[in-house]
């Protein structure tokens, strides 16, 4: 924790940095002025929590004996800035801070972040800076200080209202706590808070959760996520389930569950522009738009993931990069490195096409020609799919649309969009093997 000293003068320290951040975006010309390869989110991840809840299999460890947040603090800032300076990004588009508990941190630490950002990239001035947030690390007033440093857009992991399911999950607050959380960011967020609800949970029943889903539309903001249970191997719950201590998920019930979900949510004026997230009033998450649409982002922190062209190295091939997981070792690499990139894999043409096609088809716009043709100039939407038998079926049992828009769900298909992925992926290879190769100049 920080002392009530040192808070103050990180929080001093941030509303200085947010107001040079305001004076460098005024100085830096045209929000287009950078093209779409020198452009990226950027992905910061916190390791640790309270408590390691039972249904988590993410990369995160509990800390008995305390953080040495100044020295993690150092090492983000400086992997930060290795890796804008490797990609050659140029504008950071959204920066989100997820773990782990990034709610945990000092707000001097997210402030610190930004400031180096703003110092290696153009961060606009209404840049969207979300942070994940559980509702017993969260209180208001310290919401307000991360306001302060900079953050604009809070995510919180409510995950149920019902006690308890929460104490099933091993989360540390209770549905009370989530509901004064949840108003206490939408007076400080207004329009600018999202929560999540969780499906499908081992003896949960379709009636009671409907109920939890109406009362949440009672209480939140413009912004909600639905996620279903996955029953990770190696964690508690899994085991709990092993032994028969408690129920199994039901499948059947958590499609039901889903459908009926997504109905009121429509009903009550939100757009599922997304497979598991729904908005209204415009309030979509701008920084997982960026992975939808297989745009570059930069993965920072322990365990972090990332997708980027090394354009600053010489690189002209998109990886896929992950950073060292446990968080000693990613220190060590990054004070010997400057970063702490354990794998690297470049990205061939096809296997970048299978990611637009999946990640495009998440959302209710799917892939349009224009967006399909950045990625893939010579092969159209229509010669990969258009004469395809499978893909016309599809598109016969009202599952699937390819017109002069591009390719994308209906609204029942994007409820079985995993099975349709099964017809279009190989689709798509086969079209890929058999396509003609682009002429080579002088033969």
């Not at 299978?354 to 495009?360: C, I």
């Not at 029942?412 to 992925?421: H, I, M, N, P």
Request: glycine share 10%.
């Amino acid at each position: 924790m920080v002392l009530p000293g040192s808070r103050a003068r990180g929080l001093v320290a941030a509303a200085r940095a947010a107001q040079r951040r305001r004076r460098v975006d005024t100085a830096q010309g045209p929000p287009n002025a950078h093209p779409e390869s020198r452009r990226a989110a950027l992905y910061v991840h916190w390791p640790y929590c309270e408590k390691r809840c039972s249904y988590c299999n993410f990369n995160k460890y509990v800390v008995r004996g305390g953080v040495d947040e100044a020295a993690l603090r150092r090492c983000l800032v400086t992997e930060a800035r290795t890796l804008l300076e490797l990609s050659g990004v140029r504008r950071v588009e959204s920066v989100f801070f997820g773990g782990g508990t990034p709610s945990l941190a000092s707000p001097h630490t997210v402030a610190a972040l930004l400031e180096a950002v703003a110092q290696a990239a153009h961060l606009p001035a209404d840049v969207e800076v979300t942070l994940e947030a559980n509702p017993t690390s969260a209180p208001g007033p310290r919401l307000a200080e991360f306001g302060a440093a900079g953050v604009n857009r809070l995510s919180i992991g409510l995950q149920s209202l019902d006690d308890a399911e929460l104490q099933l999950l091993g989360r540390t607050h209770s549905a009370r706590d989530a509901l004064r959380t949840l108003a206490a960011a939408r007076r400080l967020f207004p329009g600018r808070v999202s929560v999540d609800l969780m499906l499908g949970l081992p003896g949960q029943q379709l009636g009671p959760w409907l109920g939890q889903l109406q009362e949440l539309l009672r209480h939140c903001d413009d912004h909600l996520s639905l996620y279903q249970l996955s029953l990770e191997r190696g964690t508690a719950l899994f085991a709990r389930v092993q032994r028969r201590a408690v129920p199994g998920p039901d499948p059947e019930l958590a499609a039901e569950m889903y459908a009926e979900g997504r109905a009121l949510l429509r009903a009550a004026g939100f757009r599922q522009y997304e497979v598991s997230n729904f908005a209204r009033h415009g309030a979509l998450s701008t920084h997982n738009w960026t992975y939808w649409q297989c745009g570059q982002y930069l993965g920072v922190g322990p365990g972090a993931h990332g997708r980027f062209v090394p354009h600053g190295a010489g690189g002209h091939t998109r990886e896929a990069r992950i950073q060292t997981l446990e968080p000693d070792n990613w220190m060590k690499e990054v004070t010997l490195f400057g970063h702490g990139t354990r794998k690297r894999v470049p990205l061939d043409e096809l296997e970048l096409l299978e990611e637009v096609l999946a990640m495009g088809l998440r959302t209710d716009v799917g892939i349009t020609h224009q967006h399909w043709q950045q990625f893939e100039p010579q092969l159209t939407l229509w010669d990969v799919f258009g004469a395809s038998a499978e893909v016309t079926g599809l598109r016969e049992r009202g599952l699937l649309l390819l017109d002069h828009r591009g390719l994308r769900c209906s609204w029942e298909g994007l409820a079985v969009l995993d099975s349709l992925l099964l017809t279009l992926l190989p689709q798509l290879q086969e079209a890929w093997q058999q396509r003609s190769p682009t002429p080579v100049p002088g033969g």
